[in-house]
């Protein structure tokens, strides 16, 4: 089961440029086109929040206008930036989005590998949070199916980076997540957005990664008094691949054309 993984596009309005410098919704084609162009292509393709930049109709209109270029099912799950009610109106239409309340969903029915939407976004804020709500939700999800592999997506993710100020916006409450996938080792992957770069740590005896950006990256800035940056780096894609007796590898997709194949390795 091979499952494609896209974060943070932050789409404007057309015309419109993010942080008003970057053709985010250039870029986001530009990922779109290469995930197309994979071999093997993958079963199904996952968005980890921050579809769109503020929230607004326009954008969300833009947003179902690309998406609906991917030919696999895809899933998606709010960030920070995205308008609960907006996207609900947007993505409403699949049947995995909740009517009511938080957009978590589960998905069962693709392949092997079990997907878990953990919606941990705060209306009106920009961090997140593993309510009560949330834990109960999960840990209901993940007693279903104690045995099946089972990746669990989330925008915000639970631990510091060690950036200081994106961390400000992490998941609070952390802990709780981290025990609760402690019980269920079926997890497989914790996947994230938000940071708009590529990390990967042990996270309650599973492995949690985020994922690149298909606009710019947050600098990588790791002394405490850093001021807040970006760079305009290579946007970025990440593949899990699930095999049996293997179990999922996740591989880093730098997103563009580069000179290649050459005969060697």
């Known amino acids: 089961?091979?499952?494609?993984?896209?974060?943070?596009l932050h789409l404007r309005a057309p015309g419109q440029l993010y942080q008003d410098l970057v053709d985010s919704n250039a870029m986001c084609l530009a990922?779109?086109?290469?995930l197309v162009k994979l071999v093997p292509q993958p079963d199904l393709v996952l968005v980890s929040g921050d579809i769109v930049d503020t929230g607004m109709q326009a954008e969300?209109?833009?947003?179902?206008?690309l998406l609906c270029l991917i030919p696999q099912p895809v899933f998606v799950i709010p960030g920070n930036h995205d308008e609960r009610e907006a996207f609900r109106a947007c993505f409403g239409h699949q049947p995995y989005v909740a009517r009511t309340g938080p957009l978590h969903f589960d998905v069962d029915d693709q392949g092997p590998v079990r997907i878990l939407g953990l919606d941990v976004t705060v209306p009106?804020?920009?961090?997140?949070?593993?309510?009560?709500?949330?834990?109960?939700?999960?840990?209901?999800?993940?007693?279903?199916?104690?045995g099946r592999p089972t990746i669990v997506m989330m925008h915000q993710p639970p631990f510091d980076s060690g950036i200081p100020f994106i961390d400000t916006y992490h998941c609070r409450q952390g802990n709780r997540l981290a025990a609760i996938v402690a019980r269920h080792p079926a997890v497989e992957r914790i996947l994230c957005g938000h940071i708009h770069r590529f990390m990967q740590l042990r996270f309650g005896g599973t492995m949690l990664v985020t994922a690149p950006s298909t606009t710019t990256a947050i600098a990588l800035r790791l002394h405490d008094d850093a001021e807040p940056a970006s760079f305009i780096e290579p946007p970025a894609m990440l593949l899990h691949h699930w095999r049996p007796k293997v179990g999922l590898?996740?591989?880093?997709?730098?997103?563009?054309?580069?000179?290649?194949?050459?005969?060697?390795?």
């Open 1 to 8: 089961m091979l499952i494609a993984h896209l974060s943070d």
């Open 31 to 34: 990922a779109i086109h290469h």
């Open 60 to 65: 969300y209109a833009l947003a179902a206008e």
């Open 124 to 146: 009106g804020a920009h961090h997140g949070d593993m309510d009560d709500a949330a834990c109960l939700w999960l840990e209901a999800r993940l007693a279903e199916e104690p």
């Open 249 to 265: 590898v996740t591989h880093f997709v730098p997103i563009g054309t580069f000179r290649g194949p050459l005969p060697f390795f």
